[in-house]
């Protein structure tokens, strides 16, 4: 399927893709946070928002080793 060999360059492999521009795909470079304590927090803040119904939950990165946040598929109950 892929390819191209895969970039050794950090800023190409943790991005999140975002929209389609043109025939071109734009990118966000994903944040990364050096403690799982850092991205549980931004989990937290992220599941509070009112408008937020995937549930979101930290990850440790095997190609830049950092924690990203990342939705598993959940969605959050909010009690109505
Ligand atoms: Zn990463």
Known sequence: MIHLKPKLK???????FLYEKDGERVYVPKKGFKTQDEAINECKRINSKPNQFHKVVPYRCKHCHKYHVGRNG?????DI
């Not at 950090?10 to 999140?16: D, L």
């Not at 959940?74 to 909010?78: C, D």
Request: charged share 35%; proline share 0%.
């Open 10 to 16: 950090e800023s190409g492999i943790c991005n999140r």
């Open 74 to 78: 959940n969605f959050i109950k909010k």
